[in-house]
């Protein structure tokens, strides 16, 4: 840290630096009569109903201080509220942020952070209308959105019946793979991660992008259950069908694995089937159909969003995830993914 | 930390603690249509006006561990968003958790916690709808509470105007001396802690009380501004002058000192008048009102809540806090007291 920048630090008090937060959130946004900067926000609200979700992101457990630019975790704070508004059939409206700023975290971290979850409040037409500051031991930003969903239309991870069949949108396992290969050592991994496979891989695990529209979407299309894939499918699915008092099978040659993954599957040294299945942060939404409606809910993503939906498996009477395999026979599939109390 | 302790918490997975917490704040809350459990959870709005806001609370910043147990930092974490609620003159709704447990933290920390939080929100009428849990190094417990209020009837922190009168609910300084008790070393520091006089400031440090109904009141007898003093009266009535371009001058003979603070005061090293203008967390309500309506508002207070007004100063043009002194003397008051981000 250089000195100025040291001087800079020492003079950032929590009222200058919530008069930046004015400033980053300025603007009329409608629907909201009192911004940033009271004790609270005031928002008009309709006679209907809101959803309401929280996620908090941790340096060290969330992610790693030295792969995430701060301008890229203010982005993802945001998104992966989004996603959990989306994965409802819900429209993201207004969002509060907290932040606990790190000891060598200086204004121009503050601002960078701030400039990532603008661009991405603009991005998904969310307005931030207060929150918190504080400092602490590291990095942690903690977000909530409120949004809104048509009355009754919200689609929940109980409503899966024996017979729905299991549809996922995009591809599976790319920020996982960005992640591992961001940490493995030797030049071969060097060169892998400035390949264009490894940055694309890379950008799905900085930059994911939550799928609101293709929610709507899959909700009008009938949906009986929805979640995004935030923990890995595996533990996901699990949720829906523990959820939905059922089980399910899941066909593997048909989960749609992220392609760069199969281009740098050597130097990860592991199967990118096992990424697409155990790796979190995905941010697809997986949900259940109606048999009969997969195919409408699959031409509607790719007309409208340009969003491959890949049907990878059914719901059954009873409970348990069953793999069926390639060749056809069955496995137990074991519900391994992110949980996020695993690593203390 | 005893074998089983550490083996219950090897335990310990998110999905098991997200069941616990399901328990917890199980049970019909009007107005909610899901609760915790799913991706976000659904809540019925009004035609009408909500507040949003959000606090973070990070062990070592804005609690010390060794002073508070995990029930009273979970039901403090509820009250210090509640009363900025209330400061708005809204009724707080609905609240969504995110906790960080720190590497020690068991399965009985977190139920400490949860009821802790779950006392609170009974208390004050919300229903805890949702949140995340994940580890990391201290303990940070992050909250957001909707709540509503009656269209065009909230107060903000900018309508004083010349003329108005300052008013303050309760006391102040109480939660700064328990905490300064607290801290302090000897035999005669720790005879004053088991006091009546040294409980009672320890339980305004531990056990704010946030003063819903009270703002409610206040709103409805005309008032021009207010806010919780959250950081220290000093602080808090230069952001409500800030806010509306004026300035005010502040008796401080009447300013009203939690009377607990005499009796300890030795002890203590501090004049209690000093804690009282720059001591936070006393979450009591700092207000303008016209000066025909402090009599009305203090009657109603006392009336319906026993609680005292105390009207301690007068909004004034320009800016600039000014003390008027016991001996008539005037002075510039230092705008000194609780900034989140001063002790990096």
Known sequence: MKPNERDQRAATTEDELLATLRRVFSGDHPGVRLGIGDDAAVVDTREGQAVLTADILVEGVHYDRTL???RDLGAKAIV???????????SPRFALLSVALPPDADAAWVVELEGGVRAACDEYALTMVGGDLSSGPVAVVSVAVMGEVAPGRYVTRSGARPGDR?????????SAGGLALARASGSAARRALLSAAGRSLMEAHVRPVARVGEGRTLAVSGATAMMDVSDGLA???????AASGVGARLRTADVPVAPELIEVREILGVDPLELALGGGEDYELLATLPAARVAEAAAALDERFGCRLTEIGEIMDGDGLTAVEADGRDRPLEAKGWDHLARR
Do not use: E, F, Q, W
């Open 80 to 90: 992966v509220n989004v996603s959990d508004v989306a994965a409802m059939g819900a």
């Open 235 to 241: 533990i996901d699915l699990g949720r829906i069908c």
């Open 166 to 174: 299991v549809v996922v949108t995009g591809t599976l396992g790319a």
């Open 68 to 70: 995430i630019s701060p």
